[in-house]
Every structure is written in C-alpha cells, then in structure tokens.
C-alpha cells in the first residue's frame, strides 16, 4: 500500500511568524520582544513556506483506498507504527480474552446495549433469553463474543494488507443494517464509547505490563491508537451524511455471512479454531492486568 504524507515546510519560530497575520500591532511587539535578542530579524519576518498536499474530496467517499491512504497520512501512521504492531501483536494477543469478557460485562450493564442480543434482527438463531435475565453465558452472548475475539485477532494481523482495511470498513458497514442477510441496527453512540472503552482497556494493560520497556509501551500505544481511530472513522462513515452526493457512485454492497470477505472467510468463529489460533500464536501467559507470573520477571531489552 503507498503511504502519502503531507509535507510542511515550517521555520523553528513558524508559530510566531503565522500568527503575525492575525494579531495586533501592540501584540505583535509584545511576542517579538519576548523572543530571544540573538534570534534572526529573517526568521520574524519571512513568510513561512509550505507544501499543500492535494486530497481529492470525492475519493475520500468513493475509494477506499484513498481514503486510508489519507487518514493514514495525517495521523503520521507509519513503518514505525506497523513496525510496532508486528512485533507486539502478542502482547495484544494475550489481552484479548480479558478484554471480550470485560466488553460485554460493560454492554450486559446497561438495557439499551443488551437489547441488542434479545433481538432477532442479527445473524444469530438460537435459543434467546429475556434482556433482564441475560448473562454472559446466555448463547447468543457467547456467540457475538465468539466474533469479538475474531475481530481483536485480525486487529493484529498484517496492517499493510489492503484487507485489513477492507475488513474494519466491513465491520462498520454490518453495524448500519447492510451487507447481512439479518440486518443489525447499533446506533453510533454505542459503537464509538465502546470503542473508547476498549482503547481504555488496552492501553492500561499495555502501560501496566511487567515485560515491555517504555520506549516500546510508547510505540505500541501509539500504533494502536491509530488503527482505532481508524476503525472509528470506518465506523462513523456509515453513519454520517457527509459525500452523500457520491453515494450512486460507491460499490454495491454484497451480502455475506459474518466473518467473510469477498467470499473468503477470515475471521474464525468457533470456539475450538480460535483457541488453535491463539496455541500458535501467543505463547500461555498469565493476562496482564493481574500482573507478572514467575516466568514474566526479566524484562525485554530496549532498541
């Protein structure tokens, strides 16, 4: 995938020399003359130069694509940030049943968020519970769990694949209504403070854990940051206004079951092949948030 990234050309004193087309005289003496007595007469009075990037508004609505490249651009996500993401995939991974458990303990605590389980307006078939005597053990709860858990996985998957960005576009587009043969219908609020809370979740683990340095604590809390905030906009796109008038010109959506993609299935929703995935994947560890086992005490040395 290509990465563009805006260039700014800024001078050291940019702010100052910005702000002088806006403020007062009187202002302005007062700025300049807290500056330093040695700093250039140059640097207070040459325009600053810039380079504007160009971002084609419709794409933004009509190509996924482009409109990755150019959130990708502007939250600097980077080779650092992917970098960060490979190399502590397994650290999220090991959160990852802690964190399903603690979401939907969150989302069984309030009506409107647990009313989405006691409807038939999803993919789920089975038995159902009254929304009072719902528990995280009821079925359709440990089914939709089953699904959280496939999706945290692929959070840690390639993040150069276009895929992987198709993927979190999907999930956003399945949230609306669309692309299931028994729609689902979860109002915004809902998605983006639960998204909120997970980020919560997994940035306090992150910065609790007994075998990451802080250098590497930073990166990874930074990567994930940004693939989240990602995963908003894929979220909020579908539900905002904004480039309806390219609507007719978007790609028509196809149904599918959960879990695929183009007809290809990527993420695992049985129990039993998602504890396979984790056996390969993520060495038995005790979760982070009750701190270290005997065998977590040494700590990785930093790059």
């Known amino acids: 995938m290509r990465y563009i990234r805006p260039l700014l050309l800024i001078a050291s004193n940019s702010s100052i020399a910005h702000r002088q087309d806006t403020i007062t005289p009187n202002h302005q003496n007062t700025i300049?003359?807290?500056?330093?007595?040695?700093?250039?007469?140059?640097?207070?009075?040459?325009?600053?130069?810039?380079?504007?990037?160009?971002?084609?508004?419709?794409e933004l609505y009509t190509d996924l694509e482009a409109r990755i490249q150019y959130l990708q651009s502007f939250l600097d996500f980077s080779a650092a940030d992917i970098a960060a993401l490979t190399s502590g995939a397994r650290y999220i991974q090991q959160l990852i049943p802690a964190i399903v458990n603690i979401v939907y303990r969150k989302l069984l605590m309030y009506d409107i968020t647990a009313r989405a389980f006691t409807t038939r307006s999803t993919s789920?078939?089975?038995?159902?519970?009254?929304?009072?005597?719902?528990?995280?053990?009821?079925?359709?709860?440990?089914?939709?769990?089953?699904?959280?858990?496939?999706?945290l996985m692929k959070l840690c998957s390639d993040p150069t694949s276009m895929e992987f960005w198709e993927y979190l576009n999907k999930v956003g587009m399945m949230h609306v209504g669309q692309g299931r043969q028994h729609p689902l219908h979860i109002e915004y609020?809902?998605?983006?403070?639960?998204?909120?809370?997970?980020?919560?979740?997994?940035?306090?683990?992150?910065?609790?854990?007994?075998?990451?340095?802080?250098?590497?604590?930073?990166?990874?809390?930074?990567?994930?940051?940004?693939?989240?905030?990602i995963q908003n906009d894929l979220f909020a796109k579908w539900?905002?206004?904004?480039?309806?008038?390219?609507?007719?010109?978007?790609?028509?959506?196809?149904?599918?079951?959960?879990?695929?993609?183009?007809?290809?299935?990527?993420?695992?929703?049985?129990?039993?092949?998602?504890?396979?995935?984790?056996?390969?994947?993520?060495?038995?560890?005790?979760?982070?948030?009750t701190g270290a086992s005997p065998a977590d005490k040494t700590e990785e040395p930093a790059n």
């Open 32 to 58: 300049i003359s807290g500056m330093a007595q040695d700093t250039p007469k140059h640097v207070r009075s040459t325009p600053v130069a810039r380079v504007v990037c160009h971002i084609d508004r419709e």
């Open 124 to 151: 789920y078939s089975g038995s159902m519970e009254d929304e009072e005597h719902l528990s995280e053990d009821a079925p359709q709860v440990r089914h939709r769990k089953l699904f959280l858990r496939g999706y």
């Open 189 to 229: 609020i809902h998605i983006g403070v639960c998204l909120g809370y997970m980020q919560d979740i997994i940035f306090e683990a992150l910065l609790s854990h007994p075998k990451l340095k802080m250098d590497k604590k930073i990166a990874l809390i930074k990567a994930i940051g940004k693939v989240l905030w």
């Open 239 to 289: 539900y905002v206004r904004d480039g309806e008038e390219f609507l007719n010109q978007q790609e028509k959506i196809e149904v599918e079951q959960e879990g695929y993609l183009f007809g290809k299935k990527i993420i695992n929703t049985t129990e039993e092949g998602q504890a396979a995935g984790a056996e390969t994947s993520v060495e038995e560890a005790k979760c982070p948030f």
